[in-house]
């Protein structure tokens, strides 16, 4: 998944939404100079796509990587 630094105002609502507590609030400043939200718990997520439905400045892309078990 990734944040864009430019897109994220700093509102907080992924990391509430997130029902696996994956993201967090980052060091980085995003355009609005706030702090950027990123993800310190990868391990946990589960691709459910919440935080991306509920960003409202469509700052979230979570892209799904396919396992090595799955058939093409
Ligand atoms: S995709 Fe779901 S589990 Fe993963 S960070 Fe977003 S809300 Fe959390
Ligand atoms: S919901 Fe979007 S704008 Fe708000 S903190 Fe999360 S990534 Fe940034």
């Known amino acids: ?12 609502l992924c990391i509430e939404k997130c029902p696996s507590q994956v993201l967090d609030w980052s060091d980085r400043l995003g ?17 459910c796509r919440l935080c991306q439905l509920f960003c409202p400045d469509n700052a979230i892309d979570v892209i799904r990587v ?7």
Request: proline residues 8%.
């Open 66 to 72: 396919k396992d090595d078990n799955e058939p093409d």
């Open 31 to 47: 355009v609005y100079g706030t702090r950027i939200v990123e993800p310190k718990h990868m391990e946990r997520c589960t691709g």
């Open 1 to 12: 998944m990734a944040v864009s630094p430019g897109l994220c105002k700093g509102c907080g």
